[in-house]
């Protein structure tokens, strides 16, 4: 399995993005895909995780009502929508996958495939 992220960019505060991740290889229903984030001398953080099949949807607190994830499984692509972008917000952001149990969503260490990280800057 192969990710590609982009979308990326710089946006100002209060601004939206939209990431996009898309797949080659086979995605099984039980995958997880999920989107993290390393803004500079921080560690890799969750943001969010959605089950290929659709069943289930997570976000990290400081992203619920601002990030919605979602997949297109005819384009093999996973979306980012970011809304009311803050400062914060500034960082690489990686998708990855992996067969997964829910539970582990969370655990960067955990996913077998990563994509390369598309950076977003956000303004004040």
């Known amino acids: 399995v192969q990710l590609q992220a982009f979308g990326g960019g710089l946006v100002q505060a209060g601004g939206s993005l939209r990431l996009s991740c898309g797949t080659s290889?086979?995605?099984?229903?039980?995958?997880?895909m999920a989107w993290f984030r390393q803004a500079p001398g921080k560690e890799r953080e969750f943001v969010a995780a959605i089950r290929w099949s659709g069943s289930h949807i997570d976000y990290a607190d400081s992203m619920k009502g601002r990030f919605t994830i979602s997949r297109d499984n005819a384009k093999n692509t996973v979306y980012l929508q970011m809304n009311s972008l803050k400062p914060e917000d500034t960082a690489v952001y990686y998708c990855?996958?992996?067969?997964?149990?829910?539970?582990?969503?969370?655990?960067?260490?955990?996913?077998?495939?990563w994509g390369q990280g598309t950076l977003v800057t956000v303004s004040s």
């Open positions: 990855a996958a992996s067969p997964l149990i829910w539970g582990a969503r969370t655990r960067s260490n955990e996913f077998r495939y």
């Open positions: 290889g086979r995605i099984a229903s039980n995958y997880i």
